[in-house]
Nanobody, 122 residues
Framework: QVQLVESGGGLVQAGGSLGLSCAAS????????MGWYRQAPGKQRELVAT???????NYADSVKGRFTISGDNAKNTVYLQMNSLKPEDTAVYYC????????????????WGQGTQVTVSS
């Protein structure tokens, strides 16, 4: 099993910054990508940012220019730097890791962290 441990959530004022970290541990065979998703009250879970093991990144339009995702393949960690935070960024942020395993053919497994609350006040 792969475990994801998140840290860095909290309460900040609008315009402030916050950094989130996530570390994967356990029986890791091949971690293909890691990323962050969030879910606000009354809304569906949405993608925030992802990064592949090759370094390719993808961002939601709503966070482009404000958030930066980075990772360390050797440590199986991912980091999300959030700047210029807005009240609409308030949500529970979940770390995601995708593992691709070859067992005759390729299989994909998704793992999720417990979530960390990010609250941006006016």
């Amino acid at each position: 099993q792969v475990q994801l441990v998140e840290s860095g959530g909290g309460l900040v004022q609008a315009g402030g910054s916050l950094g989130l970290s996530c570390a994967a541990s356990g029986r890791i065979l091949r971690l293909n990508a890691m990323g962050w998703y969030r879910q606000a009250p009354g809304k569906q879970r949405e993608l925030v940012a992802t990064i592949t093991s090759g370094g390719s990144t993808n961002y939601a339009d709503s966070v482009k220019g404000r958030f930066t995702i980075s990772g360390d393949n050797a440590k199986n960690t991912v980091y999300l730097q959030m700047n210029s935070l807005k009240p609409e960024d308030t949500a529970v942020y979940y770390c995601n890791a995708r593992e691709r395993i070859y067992r005759g053919s390729y299989y994909l497994y998704d793992y999720w962290g417990q979530g960390t609350q990010v609250t941006v006040s006016s």
